[in-house]
C-alpha cells in the first residue's frame, strides 16, 4: 500500500521505522544511561495506551512500517500486554514488523503473550555475563532473572539480538566471550558505543572504548566479513566466519550513521523527535487529546522540515549533546 501522504524529510529520506518509548521508567538504573535517583515524568504526562495506538495508527497511513517498542523498559508500563495485543493486529495490514527492546528482567513472564501477538525478533541488552559486573552496572540487576528471560524468549520462537554497550575498563574483556557465548546459544551480538545523552554521575569519557579499536582487536582472532543485512537500525553488520553469527557495530562517534537515516522516535510523552542527538521536537499529545489528525499531520511535517541532517557527539565535550536521556528519547 503506498501512502498518499508519506513522510519525507528535507533531505529526501523516507520515514518508516519508529522507535516508540511506551515508558519512561525502568527497573535497573545502568550507569551510563540514568542518574541513580532518577525523577520520573507524573502519569499523567504519558500518553494512554490508547492514545498510543491512535497515534500508530496515523503513522502506519503515512507509511511507517517498522515499530520498535522501547523505553526506559517496556515490560514495566501496565497494560503493554493490551499494548501489544492491539499493534500486532497492524502486523501485515499496514505493518511490517514489531519488535522490542528490553533488559529482560521481566521477559520470562511475557514471551509466549509476546510472541502470540505476532512479535519475532527481540533485542536483550546485556552488558555483562558476570553477576557482580551485572549488578555493578545496573546498580541493581539480577544476571539470572535476566538470563532466564533470555532462555524463554529463545524457547518462545524468537530471534534474539543481544546488544552490549562497550565501556572501557568495565567490559571490553567481556566482548569476545560474549561473543562466543552468543554464537553457542544462536544470538546476534550488536556492540554499541556509549552517547552523550543526559546526565549521570560518572564521566563517560573514562569508559568510552571506540569500537574501532573493538573491531582491530576482535579481526585479531575472528575473520569479520562485511554483510550487506540491515535491519532496519543504524547498525553495520559483519558475519563472524567461524561462529556463523552476525555481529553489528553502532558507531555514533568513530562512524556517524545518519544519512540513510529512516527514523523518527516518540517519548512516552507524546514528543516526537526527528534526531536522537538534537532538541529538535513537535509535541504531540495535546494534539491527540484535543486537537484532530490534520493538526497531528501538520505537527509532522514540521518535525520532517526541520529534521536534522545528523548529529555529531563528542564524547568529551564538557556537556552531554542533549540533555535528555536515552530512557526520556526511547533508546
Ligand atoms: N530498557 C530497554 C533495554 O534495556 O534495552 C530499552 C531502553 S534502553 C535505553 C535501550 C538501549 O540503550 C540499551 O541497550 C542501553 O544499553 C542503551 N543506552 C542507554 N543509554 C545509552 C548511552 N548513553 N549510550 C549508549 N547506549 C545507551
Redesign the pocket.
Known sequence: MIPSNPMIDSFGRRISYVRLSVTDR?D?R?R??MAEHMTFLPRKDVLSLEEMVELTDILIARGVKRIRL?????LVRKGIDQLVRELGKRIGRGLDELTL???ATQLAGHAAMLFGCGIRRI???L?SRDPDRFRHITRRGDLAQVLAGIEAAADAGFKIKI?M?ALKGINEDEIAPMLRWCASQGHDLTL???????EVEED?TKHYLPLSDVRARLEEEFRLMPSLARTGGPARYFEVEQLGIRLGFITPLTHNFCDGCNRIRIAATGTVFGCLGHEQKVELRDLLRNGSPEAIDDALNQLLAGKPKGHQFRIAAARPAVER???VT??
Not at 522501547?70 to 517496556?74: F, I, Q, R, Y
Not at 554499541?192 to 543526559?198: A, C, D, N
Request: net charge negative; with cysteine; glycine share 16%.
Open positions: 525502568c535497573l545502568c551510563y544511561c522501547t523505553g526506559g523498559e517496556p527492546t528490553t533488559n533485542n536483550v541488552s552488558d546488544n554497550v554499541i558505543e556509549t552517547m552523550p545523552l543526559g563517560r536521556h536515552m530512557s526511547g533508546g
